[in-house]
């Protein structure tokens, strides 16, 4: 199911058994599948609910929502030291709101994360998730996706500046040093000023926090024991 197979397509799944087996298993109807998925999910859940997350050591954060109709789950991931992920939880909701971010954030306080130290959170631009994350943790390195910045000023040009402008932010954003790469941005947007302000000011917003990486990996040496993420993971 996971894969994408439905209970009805169920039994295309299955290792051939036998006629006989087939016509007398209860185990495999789309009804009994979708029972034992639900039962297992729902005690997966539990248990990612519950658990104690005191002996994590987390280098980072990533929060984001991801929409189901009209549902939104706001997923909390954390980075170790050694770079394993850590599913740690979500919260259900019909958007992302500053009250249901924080009442995930504050349940992984009490669920043992230590949020008393620097850690670098990932996030879109959800003025919810930044408002919730500085009001749970102590000293928050906040860093905005990329991705998402990049998406929103083409949402703010015409179709046959998309491209062009995508490419620039791009760009500069492999660029050598959070510098240069800021000087790179803040051309770009003195350009679009004269033709398509509302870009520029979607481009501006919050500029700092998508460089935040890329200012620590320029000032920083990757620690010896933490292998450098690839490009993948990032």
């Known amino acids: 199911m996971l894969a994408g197979l439905s209970t009805r397509g169920y ?12 016509q007398t298993a209860t185990s495999t109807s789309k009804s009994a599948v979708s ?7 729902q005690a ?47 919260e259900e909701g019909s958007t992302e709101n500053a009250t ?10 009490e669920q043992g994360l230590d949020v008393t130290r620097p850690t670098l959170v ?15 943790f102590d000293h928050p390195v906040i860093a905005r996706l990329k991705l998402h ?5 083409r949402d703010k040009l015409p179709e046959r500046l998309q491209t062009t ?12 040093s959070a510098l240069e790469a800021q000087a790179q941005l803040a051309a770009l947007a003195r350009e679009l000023d004269r033709t398509h302000p509302g870009a520029a000011t979607s481009l501006r917003e919050g500029l700092d926090e998508t460089l935040t990486c890329c200012a620590w990996a320029s000032h920083r040496r990757w620690p010896a024991r933490c292998a450098r993420p690839t490009p993948s993971s990032r």
């Open 165 to 176: 402008v995508e490419r620039r932010m791009r760009t500069a954003y492999h660029a050598a």
């Open 44 to 90: 997966a859940l539990a248990e990612l609910m519950a658990a104690d997350l005191g002996g994590l050591n987390l280098v980072a954060l990533l929060v984001d929502g991801v929409h189901f109709g009209e549902h939104c789950l706001v997923v909390a991931l954390g980075i170790g030291i050694d770079g394993t992920k850590h599913p740690l939880a979500l």
């Open 35 to 41: 029972r034992r998925f639900v039962k297992a999910t």
């Open 149 to 153: 910045k990049i998406r929103n000023v």
């Open 122 to 136: 990932v996030i879109d631009g959800s003025k919810a998730l930044r408002r919730a994350v500085l009001d749970v």
């Open 11 to 22: 039994r295309v799944g299955l290792e051939p058994v036998g006629t006989a087996v087939e």
């Open 100 to 109: 249901l971010v924080c009442d995930l954030l504050v349940g992984l306080r």
